[in-house]
């Protein structure tokens, strides 16, 4: 099965950019793929106007059979354990994810998701009870997915 991060623009400030290259370096290996959709400015237009342009392009970004997991401060928190039985979950095409050729976790820009992507969502996890950059929360999903994966592969990363 495939898994594909979807994020919104470029990562800000810039000095995260190095951080983010290397985990998403690391995640190739493991066969996830890490695409950054368009995000939009904050204009005059309303909150959810800004918000649901896109999602329209989140939309864009899925595929028929996706699994969609929302990241959102109001979610699920999930743990490392958990993460890492959905991953092989997904290895060995079991529930939730049995039919399903892709997982998609996907970050909202500045406002946050509209709510028809959480509607839409599979599961809405929460990487923390905090708000945080956009910067961020990216690397504190790329890096619990790096580590979710060394679980599985019983390599020392997690035990580091």
């Not at 400030?13 to 995640?27: I, K, T």
């Not at 909150?47 to 999602?55: F, G, H, N, S, T």
């Not at 991953?87 to 079991?94: I, N, T, V």
Request: charged share 25%.
């Amino acid at each position: 099965m495939k898994f594909c991060v979807l994020l919104p623009g470029k990562i800000k400030p810039n000095v995260l950019a190095a951080a983010q290259g290397e985990y998403v370096s690391r995640l190739k290996s493991f066969g996830v793929e890490v695409v950054e959709y368009r995000d939009e400015k904050v204009s005059s237009r309303t909150p959810e106007q800004i918000k649901q342009a896109e999602a329209e392009r989140i939309f864009k970004g899925l595929k028929e059979g996706d699994y969609l997991i929302a990241c959102d401060e109001r979610g699920k928190k999930i743990q490392t354990q958990e993460l890492a039985e959905l991953l092989r979950a997904s290895r060995l095409g079991e529930f939730p994810l049995a039919g399903r050729r892709r997982v998609v976790v996907v970050v909202g820009g500045a406002l946050g998701l509209a709510e028809s992507v959480r509607q839409r969502a599979d599961a809405i996890w929460s990487l923390s009870s905090l708000v945080m950059a956009g910067g961020i929360a990216r690397l504190v999903l790329l890096e619990g997915l790096y580590r979710a994966f060394t679980v599985l592969a019983n390599h020392p990363y997690h035990n580091e």
